[in-house]
């Protein structure tokens, strides 16, 4: 085990290498915290998490923009990729989980997989469905899975017109299916009017309101 | 005033007798007259003919023209996938002719002539011509044809990783984008050929002001410089999209007095008349999700207070959507817009 001193610099250089977009390190200091017995949770959460944390702020400050996100992403998921099988099990607390997926017409999906690496970083449990999704799969998805929310986006005026009708397909199969939306098209009072339980401007913002909509549905 | 007369007369700097309404509708007049929404990319004379009889139906003053967001894909050897889903209005990528860095040595420039759309757009445009209808030439901007060649997320990732390479990419959309207007002015003669440049993925929504200084900024300054030398009609800059960091650059572009800057809703009128209005023509914003959400009554004070607005602009005001009026838009809601012009514009 090292010491305490010495653990806090292996956490403070897996957070500065998710928020320098420097995957070389990343993967470097998840190594270092394997073979110097860091409890590989820890660093996953309290450096590799911790730092796409921090990026989500820069995101919604606009002060990172997608370039910087994507290659903070990478970095995360080289880190996670040295320190995930070593996670031990018993450790984990039951995580979160989210269905995710670009409604059935559109076929963009950068705003739906920074948010899949945001809810990533947080604990989650994502489940994507990719892009152009058809709206029976989220139904079949979710009886298959009974996540604790559903995240549906669309960038196109025209495809954001399947969310209200995915949102009316989960609720049929389960009332109290809580659904989460975002997309350039959308606004709050859109997402309202849809029905969802929740609305995300940006990736930054995703988690937050994730959180606010399953505690509210306990 | 006939609708040309009066955007003739903007355009010229000479009095008009109402503001005039450019509407973006493409899939909207294929439903409108009962045509497949892929019509409108994949056959010219439907797609002028849907144009032209929803403009007649309603009396606005923008002529059928032929265009697409993810122009640059097809024509630099990736595969378009035309509309045909319910929830589907426009062309989307099928695959893309760059995923990695090797695959820019296949890479050639699009024979003009011959790639992608490009000859069913030439198709379209004598027909413009046949029906005295102002030829237009509708493409992306230089970024936006760059991330229409290989995936946004790759081109995002070489701005920072491979700056070179990135550049190497819009370098090559931006002289493309020169070769085909030489072949539109060529064909149509100096003067009688009016542009559109769609420049969407340059949004801060996308890329930082400061990357915009550095991967947009130069080759969109070579293009207004081109376009003035090349005696373009009008060129129209559509930026839609949180633009507002990007304004200062957009700015300095070379622009002729009959160019028109196109915005969003993120961009407020006053704002972009503040920052082009001496210098050009000034179009937008209103937003097209509430064209198709919204009610007529919002939707005919929006247009009211947007008409207001533009009004102030020194060079002129086009009322216009943020960007595509969508496809399954009430025609009531878009009939509201063309009833809010005709009064208060």
């Not at chain 1, 604990?123 to 892009?131: F, S």
């Not at chain 2, 007259?33 to 139906?57: D, R």
């Not at chain 2, 759309?117 to 209808?133: C, D, R, T, Y």
């Not at chain 2, 001496?278 to 999700?289: D, F, L, T, V």
């Amino acid at each position: 085990m090292p010491s305490e001193e010495r653990k806090k610099e292996i956490l403070q250089k897996l957070y500065d290498a998710v928020v320098n977009m420097d995957e070389d390190a990343a993967k470097e200091w998840s190594q270092t915290a394997l073979n110097e017995d860091v409890n590989s949770y820890e660093a996953v959460t309290k450096g590799l998490a911790a730092g796409m944390g921090k990026v989500g702020e820069l995101y919604t400050n606009l002060e990172y923009f997608v370039p910087e996100l994507l290659l903070c992403a990478d970095a995360l998921y080289a880190g996670l990729e040295i320190l995930r099988p070593h996670i031990k099990v018993d450790k984990v607390e039951v995580k979160k989980q989210i269905i995710l997926g670009t409604v059935e017409g559109d076929i963009h999906d950068i705003g739906k997989n920074l948010v899949k690496v945001m809810f990533e970083a947080a604990g989650w449990i994502v489940h994507d469905l990719g892009a152009d999704v058809q709206l029976h799969r989220f139904v079949e998805e979710q009886k298959r899975i009974n996540a604790d929310l559903i995240g549906l986006s669309a960038l196109m005026t025209t495809s954001m017109l399947a969310i209200p009708k995915a949102i009316e397909m989960l609720r049929a199969d389960d009332p109290a299916t809580a659904v989460i939306v975002g997309g350039a098209p959308l606004t709050l009072e859109i997402a309202r009017s849809y029905g969802a339980d929740g609305y995300a401007k940006s990736a930054g913002e995703a988690v937050k309101e994730a959180i606010r909509i399953v505690n509210l549905k306990k | 005033m006939k609708w040309n007369e009066r955007v003739d007369a903007l355009l010229k700097n000479e009095p008009i007798d109402r503001i005039p309404f450019f509407t973006f509708t493409l899939g909207f007049c294929a439903k409108n007259v009962g045509f497949p929404i892929s019509s409108i990319y994949n056959n010219p004379e439907k797609s002028f003919y849907a144009q032209l009889w929803t403009q007649e139906q309603y009396g606005y003053d923008s002529g059928p023209f032929y265009g697409y967001a993810s122009y640059g894909g097809a024509e630099f050897g990736g595969e378009i996938k035309l509309p045909n889903g319910e929830y589907e209005q426009a062309p989307s990528h099928g695959s893309f002719a760059v995923y990695q860095e090797e695959d820019m040595k296949k890479l050639a420039m699009p024979d003009v002539k011959k790639a992608g759309f490009i000859p069913l757009a030439m198709e379209f445009s004598h027909l413009q011509k046949k029906h005295n209808v102002p030829v237009s030439l509708v493409i992306g901007g230089p970024f936006t044809i760059a991330g229409n060649i290989c995936p946004v997320e790759t081109l995002c990732r070489w701005i920072i990783k491979k700056p070179e390479v990135a550049r190497q990419l819009i370098k090559l959309a931006t002289d493309h984008i020169k070769d085909i207007v030489n072949y539109w002015v060529e064909t149509f003669g100096a003067g009688k050929v009016s542009l559109q440049i769609w420049e969407p993925l340059a949004s801060n929504q996308i890329i930082s002001p400061k990357q915009f200084e550095k991967v947009v900024f130069p080759y969109v300054k070579e293009l207004g410089e081109k376009f003035i030398s090349a005696k373009i009609r009008s060129t129209l800059w559509h930026i839609c999209g949180e633009q507002n960091q990007n304004l200062r650059y957009w700015a300095e572009v070379p622009m002729g007095k009959a160019d028109i800057v196109s915005v969003g809703r993120e961009v407020d009128i006053t704002t972009a008349i503040r920052n082009f209005g001496s210098k050009c023509i000034i179009a937008g914003n209103i937003e097209p999700a509430f064209i198709q959400t919204g009610n007529p009554h919002e939707i005919y004070e929006l247009c009211k207070i947007t008409i207001e607005k533009g009004k102030l602009a020194p060079r002129g005001f086009i009322l216009m959507p943020g960007c595509e009026t969508p496809v399954n838009t009430p025609p009531y809601n878009f009939y509201t817009i063309v009833k809010a012009i005709k009064e208060f514009g």
